[in-house]
């Protein structure tokens, strides 16, 4: 018998199913369903910053769906001291190192501090991807003293957290010293600190200003002996134990996390149950976004891949699905996959207004709720209209400078992708526009479509590929891909289409010749050889 298909059939639907099954269990109210994602303020946010609060996002949208009340919370760690200065950012700001974001002077200038400034940058990527949420300042949480309970509850047993420290990472720091880190009120910083003594009747902490190694460089205390308010945000815990204050302040059942902070969420999660007798949200794992060298994409590494350049070159609609076809497992990420992510989108929206046909039930479903995910659950009611990546940027950059639109629009009707007096959708005019960002920025670069050559393709290809290497003219190219073809005992059109498939993933395009001159004979030949390459390994197999 085949299995039930949940809600829509991703993992996401799975997922909320989980949750609710594991809250009624817990015997907790299903009234509100709360899932969270933290917001860091230190740095640039990159794409992986995005994908935790998209995917909480889909989370809390397929819990909707199962008829519960959710929200998103996006908890912005902006009480968090400055560790490093991000790349690219000026020499100045080493002064604060060790400061609290939100007590940094904004070096662009148009937000109250540094920390509120990178927050509004994710937060700016969210509302054009139109997902909701409900901001939290840490800043503004400590200051409030809404964490106030669990800060009493998390020192009065600073020894137990202490030893769960120890037991699950082999850090012996929590055992001598506060899980909680007072600013200090003569120098500022607040990784300097040192809280020695709780004064619960006070609610207050004692510290000492000695000094801490932050990424490896000292940061010097400047000596001064203090005591801290808690309650009124002069400090903040550490983050072996903020999570669990916070999941059970705010009540939250749904945190993601990725692979690098798993041992703080594993002693978080003791503390929220063992300390604060709270059952830790649900959890599910995920993996990081690295760039074409391996390394990860880090602000603090300078090679951020920021949503906002990605919204120059691709749709928030590519975006979300760049961070939803999949949850598990690491995926190298550069700007020059922008263009596959755009047209994978017009390939689940065929599938979706059945003019791709997939003949499994469960993967149809998959795909299609993906797809409705992509749009956050209010997929469009008819289908765009549909043109190659490739072929738009193709065009840009052959047009005449300042009639660009014009002159590409004016080929999409040639070529048959709008009909005669057709005008453009507004989705096809954005699709434009980025193709020509594209080009100013990327003009070489050239993307090829995975296809599986017969013998005689592959033999014909070849030899397109020897012509290439002496053959200058784009008309004796196109005259010569004829005599290729006939050569080989295709058929011409037959031929032309499997070529513009493999240069511009579609089955049509603009006269061959002309092209394969534009785009460069190199970055064709090396396009041609990766498809006799990838036939060769698949019948390999």
Not at 5 to 13: A, E, K, L, N, P
Not at 106 to 114: G, V
Not at 355 to 378: F, H, N
Not at 382 to 397: E, R
Request: glycine share 8%; aromatic share 10%; with cysteine.
């Amino acid at each position: 018998m085949a299995k039930e298909i949940i809600g829509h059939g991703t993992w996401y639907d799975k997922m909320a199913a989980r949750i609710i099954e594991r809250e009624r269990k817990l015997g907790r109210s299903l009234d509100l369903i709360r899932t969270e994602m933290g917001i860091g303020a230190s740095g640039f946010p990159h794409i992986g910053s995005f994908a935790d609060g998209a995917r909480a996002y889909a989370v809390t949208l397929a819990l909707r769906e199962q008829g519960y009340k959710s929200e998103l919370i996006a908890f912005s760690d902006d009480k968090d001291g400055l560790r490093k200065v991000p790349a690219g950012l000026p020499s100045w700001l080493e002064k604060y190192l060790g400061y609290p974001v939100t007590d940094i002077p904004d070096p662009f200038k148009c937000h109250e501090s540094y920390g509120r400034h990178m927050s509004s940058l994710l937060l700016d990527a969210y509302d054009k991807c139109g997902i909701e949420y409900k901001f939290m300042s840490g800043k503004e949480v400590y200051e409030s003293g809404l964490l106030k309970k669990e800060i009493e509850t998390i020192l009065a047993n600073a020894k137990k957290v202490g030893e769960i420290v120890k037991e699950e990472v082999g850090q012996e720091k929590y055992v001598e010293v506060l899980p909680y880190f007072p600013v200090c009120e003569n120098c500022g910083r607040i990784y300097t600190t040192k809280a020695y003594e709780f004064l619960p009747k006070e609610h207050k902490v004692l510290y000492k200003c000695e000094g801490m190694e932050v990424k490896g460089k000292w940061l010097e205390g400047c000596g001064y002996e203090g005591e801290a308010d808690y309650t009124k945000g002069e400090g903040k815990l550490s983050w072996k134990g903020e999570f669990a204050a916070r999941w059970k302040a705010l009540d939250i059942r749904f945190e993601a996390y990725g692979k690098d902070i798993a041992d703080s969420v594993r002693v978080n999660d003791r503390i929220c149950q063992e300390i604060l007798n709270f059952p830790p949200p649900m959890h599910a794992r995920y993996e990081m976004f690295l760039d074409k060298s391996g390394r990860k994409i880090s602000k603090s590494l300078g090679n951020v891949f920021s949503p906002q350049v990605w919204f120059r070159y691709g749709s928030p609609q590519s975006l979300l699905l760049l961070t939803l076809k999949r949850f598990i497992g690491t995926r190298t990420l550069d700007v020059t996959d922008i263009p596959q992510y755009m047209n994978e989108l017009d390939e689940l929206e065929d599938i979706y207004f059945g003019k791709k046909q997939i003949r499994d039930p469960k993967e149809k479903a998959k795909l299609t709720g993906l797809y409705k995910y992509v749009w956050l659950l209010t997929p469009p009611k008819k289908p765009s209209i549909h043109v190659p990546y490739n072929l738009l940027t193709y065009l840009a950059k052959v047009a005449p400078e300042g009639k660009e639109r014009d002159y590409i629009i004016q080929k999409l009707r040639e070529y048959g992708y709008l009909a005669k007096n057709q005008k453009p959708d507004s989705n096809l005019l954005k699709r434009i526009d980025y193709a020509l960002n594209w080009v100013k920025d990327y003009a070489e670069e050239i993307k090829e479509t995975a296809i599986e050559l017969s013998e005689k393709e592959e033999k014909a290809v070849k030899e397109l590929i020897k012509l290439l290497e002496k053959e200058e003219t784009a008309e004796k190219i196109q005259n010569a891909i004829f005599q290729i073809a006939r050569k080989h005992e295709i058929k011409p059109p037959n031929f032309f289409k499997t070529l513009y498939t493999i240069l511009l993933g579609a089955p049509k395009g603009p006269r061959l010749g002309p092209y394969i001159v534009t785009m460069g004979k190199e970055n064709v030949t090396k396009t041609l050889k990766k498809a006799i390459e990838e036939t060769t390994n698949k019948s390999e197999k």
